[in-house]
């Protein structure tokens, strides 16, 4: 035990690329008036990230792990057993903290007290400039990147986003882990997205609150790779899943995903920023059936969600 107040937890999986600006910028960070710690779970990574993760343990007060199962919610499930203090900050290895990430996160564990989830501001960082059809979709980058800025004050659970999430440990006290069910893992590259607005609902029907913080914000790092047209094909298949399988998880029903006559038109469309809308609205549909069609073979593989009492 390090007698840490405030721990910041993430997993990182073949992290090579992002790791090093992530670690350092927590190493830039203004330090709390607090002991904190940084727990990392290496997720089975077979590059370089052991080394990296070892060479920044002299500069931060870093605690590693080892989940060798590929799975990033199963990964960050195991790093909750090495959380201490009143306060932990779930975030993304590819998540740069601003200079005042962890000050500004201490402040909550004397305030808000009647609050328990919280998220932060997120910030795209374009590794290269984007192509000029997306800056004129500005709305679009919440969807793509995660970028999340809201006013300060009381918001739904599922408005928290995974890069800048917070919570208190009592959340954790109470046996509420992240489901395996859902997000990155390695034996399903088209796996259900959602896992952090799965968690959320879930721990709000306890009877929790959730809170928006601006001050503490993050820098998502974006690849090239992930503005590609195939890039946004797959993440709206993966959400037309995710929204499918949280709609059978809550036992409600929903809507499926319409796909019109304009949205089959677009996807023929020469304009690039068209053709991505119809394609996206296509597969998004197309990801919901799927996982309606395979719940009854799927939901056997894995073990039943509990709700611990509050």
């Known amino acids: 035990m390090s007698g840490a107040q405030l721990t910041v937890l993430f997993a990182t999986r073949n992290g090579q690329q992002v790791l090093p600006r992530t670690l350092d910028a927590y190493r830039r960070a203004t330090s709390p ?36 199962e590929a799975g990033k919610n199963r990964a960050l ?18 998540a740069r903290p601003t ?24 910030e795209p960082l374009f590794e290269l400039p984007p192509p000029k059809w997306l800056l004129k979709h500005r709305a679009l980058f919440a969807m793509m990147f995660a970028e999340r ?11 928290i986003y995974g890069p800048n999430m917070a919570l208190r440990t009592t959340v954790f ?11 990155p893992n390695g ?10 607005v799965e968690f959320c609902r879930r721990v709000a029907r306890s009877g929790v609150l959730s809170w928006f913080a601006r001050e503490p914000q993050v820098e998502h790092i974006v690849r090239p790779r992930q503005y590609t047209e195939a890039a946004w094909v797959g993440r709206a298949y993966r959400c037309g899943r995710g ?24 996807m023929l469309s020469p304009v690039r920023y068209q053709r991505i809308r119809g ?20 939901r056997q593989n894995y073990p039943a969600l509990t709700e611990p009492a509050p």
């Open 33 to 68: 008036a607090v002991p904190w710690k940084l727990v990392v779970v290496d997720n089975g990574s077979t590059d370089a990230t052991a080394d990296i993760l070892r060479s920044f343990k002299q500069h931060l007060p870093l605690e590693l792990m080892e989940q060798p």
């Open 77 to 94: 499930n195991t790093g909750v057993d090495a959380v201490e203090g009143k306060f932990v900050g779930v975030t993304d290895d590819d």
């Open 99 to 122: 200079a005042s990430f962890l000050t500004a996160w201490e402040q909550f564990l004397g305030k808000r007290e009647e609050y328990e989830l919280f998220g932060g501001r997120i």
């Open 149 to 159: 800025d809201l006013p300060e004050g009381p918001i739904a659970p599922d408005e």
């Open 173 to 183: 006290d109470r046996g509420f882990r992240f489901s395996e069910i859902f997000g």
């Open 187 to 196: 034996n399903d590259p088209s796996y259900p997205m959602g896992s952090e």
């Open 243 to 266: 929204r499918a399988r949280l709609m059978w998880e809550e036992g409600r029903t929903m809507t499926p995903p319409r796909v019109t006559w304009v949205d089959r038109l677009s």
């Open 279 to 298: 394609r996206s609205a296509y597969h998004l549909a197309r990801g919901f059936k799927d996982e309606c069609k395979w719940r009854g073979l799927r």
